[in-house]
C-alpha cells in the first residue's frame, strides 16, 4: 500500500504551481477540468507522475491554520528526495523561503517550507538505507513504555 495522492483546497492554481513544479521538475500536468463542489463552481487540476500526485482545487478562502498552534488540521506532509540541496536551490530560486530545518541527525536531513496556500511541506533525504537509523524511535518507544502509551 502507498498513498497515492493528497487533495489540496487551493486559493490560486497557477500560485500554486510555482511552487509545486520547482519542488518537483519531474513531475507534469496529468489532467484537469471544472466541476461544481457543493453548488461552487471550481478548477481542479492533478500534478504528479504516474503513480502519485497532488490535487489541486481552487476557490479557497480564509487563512489555513496557525502552524505553530494546537489547532486541529493538517500539520504538515514530507517527500523524500534524493538531493536535498538541489531542492533547496530550485525552491529558493522560485521565491521561496525555507522556514526551518529539522533535527540534526547523521541519518536524515530535512528541510521545511510554507507553500503559498499556508500549507507546511516537508523534504527528507534519508543517509542511511537502513530504516531503524532513519528516526530517533529507541528513546521514544523508552518514553512510551514510562507512559504506559
Known sequence: MHLEHINLVVKDIPETLTFYQAAFPH???RGRDTQTWYGKKRQWLHFGDDYQ??????GGTGENRNLQ???????HFAFV???LQALITRLETAGFERTSSGEVLTQRKNAYFI???GFE???VEYTSDIPQERN????SQKH???LNV
Open 144 to 146: 512510551s513504555q514510562e
Open 136 to 139: 530517533k524511535y529507541q528513546e
Open 121 to 123: 511541506v516537508e523534504f
Open 53 to 58: 500526485y497532488l490535487t489541486f482545487n481552487d
Open 69 to 75: 498552534g494546537a489547532t486541529v488540521g493538517l500539520a
Open 27 to 29: 513531475w507534469h500536468i
Open 81 to 83: 528526495t534524493n538531493n
Open 115 to 117: 507553500d503559498p496556500n
